[in-house]
């Protein structure tokens, strides 16, 4: 099965705080994803990758970049915490059968 | 710019009800569409999902759906809801990204909570 390991499950930060979310994918998918997941509005992405190096914005960019240095792992970067980004981060990945993985989820708390 | 609407926010159902769940999407070329399911703590699940063939598609746990393009719909069904059907039920559409790429970013509806009372 493929797998997309989030590397925190909880965190709390605290505003202004540079906040780094990991995700790494075990199965050589070429895209990558970020979303976050609040109540009532469902999933809004954030950025996704489709090759190393390469990155696009989604629907809501605003406060937030990411990196791909290597295939299996994306990162999505908070570059100064804020509490309207206290959200639940889910990442997911996928290859050419168009179907996608999520990870388990990060939520974070911003205070 | 794509968008997926789902009409109920939350759905109350007795255990043996059936259930529908209703998605719409506006995209006018071709789609691939998909069903995810979050049980309580969990990560999303695929349900099902629609790519070409026979508009009515069957997934896991009993659920199916139907696409019917000239309503741009893809309605999740199920004849009799269990308990552990509660859970929040997610409808999304694959969109046209990156240009020439090919590539296709996913596009979530904002989600129907159902609750199955025992």
């Known amino acids: 099965d493929v797998k997309v390991t989030q590397s925190s499950r909880y965190l709390v930060k605290r505003t202004g705080e540079k906040v780094f979310l990991e995700c790494v994918q075990d199965m050589d998918h070429e895209n990558m994803f970020w979303y976050r997941q609040d109540p009532g509005l469902g999933l809004r992405l954030i950025y996704f990758s489709y090759d190393v190096k390469m990155k696009e914005k989604g629907d809501i960019p605003e406060g937030y970049s990411v990196s791909r240095e290597k295939k299996e792992r994306f990162s999505l970067i908070l570059e100064s915490a804020s509490t309207n980004q206290t959200s639940m981060y889910l990442c997911?990945?996928?290859?050419?059968?168009?179907?996608?993985?999520f990870g388990s989820g990060t939520r974070l708390t911003v205070v | 710019a794509q968008s997926v609407s789902q009409h109920n926010h939350h759905v109350i159902l007795s255990e043996a009800a059936s259930l529908e769940l209703g998605c719409n999407y506006s995209?006018?070329?071709?789609?691939?569409l998909f069903w995810y399911v979050q049980y309580p703590g969990q990560h999303l699940q695929l349900l099902l999902k629609?790519?070409?063939?026979?508009?009515l598609v069957k997934g896991i746990k009993g659920f199916e759906a139907e696409f019917i393009k000239s309503k741009f719909s893809f309605n999740l069904r199920k004849p009799s809801v269990q308990w552990s059907d509660t859970a929040e039920y997610f409808c999304?559409?694959?969109?046209?990204?990156?240009?020439?790429?090919?590539?296709?970013?996913?596009?979530f509806g904002t989600g129907t909570r159902l609750l199955v009372s025992p």
């Open positions: 997911a990945s996928s290859g050419t059968s168009r179907g996608y993985t």
């Open positions: 999304a559409v694959n969109a046209q990204g990156v240009q020439n790429t090919g590539f296709q970013k996913l596009v």
């Open positions: 995209y006018g070329g071709t789609v691939n």
């Open positions: 629609y790519f070409s063939g026979d508009p």
